[in-house]
């Protein structure tokens, strides 16, 4: 590590949760996108079954995983993966805060994310002394640019890129001798138009990368679609050569999946009732929270797709977190997500049925 770490930024939050405490109907969390919702009760069993895992289990995962990820990206995703060309990852944030280390980055390479981001993708650039930069125009990409990141359903902001997007990314990339991954997370999760009809694009969709995934990391996580989030299941996929090399650095640094949990995403990743029922919860959430801040004065911006809605008044992000505190809401800052956010708010649906009502209802009676 090279240099002082920045402060955690939600240690922040400390003096607004204070406040939205004290409300007489108590605190109702919306800032961190922690699912509340069980995990399918298959997967636990799958779990379950498999606690007598007295052996290390493998770094690259068992056979049976890989084969049903690859399967997976073809069934969900429209994308055609070996076994060989996948990884499980011990959830997705380290492989985002790692993926520069694990590629050799440091200093006097670049790392490349979106203007307004999940602050994991800067925290990567730091650990290795990279430089950060937030940028969302192919086209200003650095020449020193060695890992890009796109985020798509974006969190914070539920922007989604689209084929063309995401063709011009992958070219520039290239051009600059680039890795691109992509953090698609919340593809399960599409509501406005069209990505309410049709799948959102993966980052390896052939009409992407011209079925050629040279230089290009799809990232995927479990946490959501799922409910898996203390699991720690997630996984990569994309060009062989480069996940061939990430294996062996994970390897060596002993970042393995362990084997029950190999096991219950086995037991996910076959079942597809089960993703279809959590996004039928979020919409069902997402309907009833997007018109009560809208009715308080709020304007949704992007949101089309993910766990979030980006809301802004027209003001200083640090005063609507004091003005929802006041209402016993706790919600995100935009300041958290990079420098190009300073007047949003980010809400999670992850939050049970009854303390989005209650949210709703508190909104409301706000005006």
Known sequence: ?????????????????ERAARHDGGALNLSVGSPVDPSPAG???????????????????????????????????????????????????????????????????????????????AMGAALVGAEAVAEDDP?????????????????????????????????????????????????EFGWDSP?????????????????????????????????????????????PELVARLLTVRKHAGLMLPAPVQAAMLAALADESHVAEQRERYRARRGVLRPALEAAGFRIE??????????TRDEDAWESIDRLAGLGIVAGPGHFYGDHSPRHVRLALTASDDAIAEAAERLRSSV
Not at 1 to 17: E, K, V
Not at 302 to 311: H, I, M, N
């Open 195 to 239: 990505w309410d009809a049709e799948p959102i694009p993966s980052i390896l969709d052939p009409r992407v990368t011209g079925a050629d995934h040279t230089g290009v990391l799809g990232v995927y996580s479990l946490s959501k679609q799922s409910n898996l989030a203390g699991y720690r299941a997630a996984f990569l996929a994309g060009d």
């Open 302 to 311: 992007g949101s089309e797709a993910g766990l979030y809605l980006w809301a």
């Open 139 to 187: 086209a200003n990409w650095p020449e020193n640019a060695r890992l890009i990141w796109v985020n798509s359903p974006s969190n914070p902001d539920g922007r989604v890129l689209d084929v063309a997007a995401l063709r011009r990314a992958v070219d520039r990339a290239r051009e600059l001798g680039a890795v691109i991954a992509g953090d698609e997370c919340y593809a």
């Open 43 to 121: 997967v636990r069993e799958a779990l379950a079954a498999a606690t007598d895992a007295h052996a290390y289990p493998a770094t690259a995962g068992t056979p049976k995983l890989r084969e049903a990820i690859a399967d997976w990206y073809r069934r969900r995703r429209g994308v055609t993966v070996a076994p060989d060309a996948v990884l499980p990852t011990v959830g997705s944030k380290e492989l985002v805060a790692l993926l520069p280390m694990l590629l050799g980055l440091g200093p006097g390479d670049a790392v490349v994310f979106p203007r307004i981001a999940y602050p994991s993708y």
């Open 1 to 17: 590590m090279r240099g002082p770490l920045p402060d955690y930024p939600w240690d922040a939050m400390q003096p607004y949760a």
